[in-house]
C-alpha cells in the first residue's frame, strides 16, 4: 500500500529494464560459459560428476560477470526510495543512468559489488543443477531411448 502510495504502480517495478536489457546477455554468458567450460574441462580426466561440478561452477563464474551489475542496478533502483537520496544507493532517473553514476561515483568495481558472495549463493544450485541435468540426459538416452547422446559420459 505505501509503495501504491508513494510511487505509483511504476514503484513494483523499479530496475526491471536493467533486467529486461541485460538477461539476454547474462543468460548466454551463462550457457556459454557451461558449453566452452565442457570443453575445457577433459570428461576422462575427473569422471563425470566431478566434470559437472566444475563445469557448472565455472559457468556461474562467467555468469556472475554479467549478472552481479544487472543485480546491483536492480537493487539500488529498488532500494533508493527507501533508504533516500542521502544514502550512498543514490537518487537514480532509470538504470541507464544508474550504471553511469555508479560508474562515476564508485568506479567500474561499483558495479561488482557482491560478486563473489553472490558465486557463493549460486554455485551449490549451479551443482546440483547441472549434475541432475547431465546425469539425467544421460540416463533418458541410455536407458529410455536406447540410444547414446552424443555428449553422454559413460556412467
Known amino acids: 500500500a505505501k509503495i501504491i502510495a508513494n510511487e505509483g504502480i511504476r514503484g513494483f517495478y523499479r530496475g526491471f529494464g536493467a533486467v529486461f536489457t541485460g538477461i539476454p546477455f547474462a543468460s548466454g554468458a551463462y550457457f556459454g560459459g557451461y558449453e566452452g567450460a565442457k570443453m575445457l574441462v577433459p570428461a576422462d580426466t575427473f569422471g563425470p560428476t566431478a566434470t559437472y561440478i566444475v563445469t557448472g561452477m565455472l559457468a556461474q563464474s562467467l555468469a556472475g560477470v554479467a549478472y552481479t551489475p544487472l543485480d546491483v542496478v536492480k537493487e539500488r533502483l529498488q532500494a533508493q526510495h527507501v533508504l533516500g537520496a542521502a544514502h550512498s544507493a543514490g537518487n537514480y532517473k532509470h538504470f541507464a543512468n544508474a550504471y553511469a553514476t555508479i560508474v562515476k561515483t564508485e568506479g567500474i568495481r561499483g558495479l561488482f559489488k557482491g560478486y563473489w558472495a ?3 549463493t549460486w554455485w551449490p544450485w549451479n551443482i546440483a543443477y547441472f549434475v541432475t541435468y547431465e546425469h539425467g540426459r544421460d540416463f533418458v ?8 547422446s552424443k555428449d553422454a559420459l559413460p556412467p
Open 141 to 148: 538416452a541410455r536407458e529410455l531411448m536406447g540410444v547414446g
Open 118 to 120: 553472490s558465486n557463493f
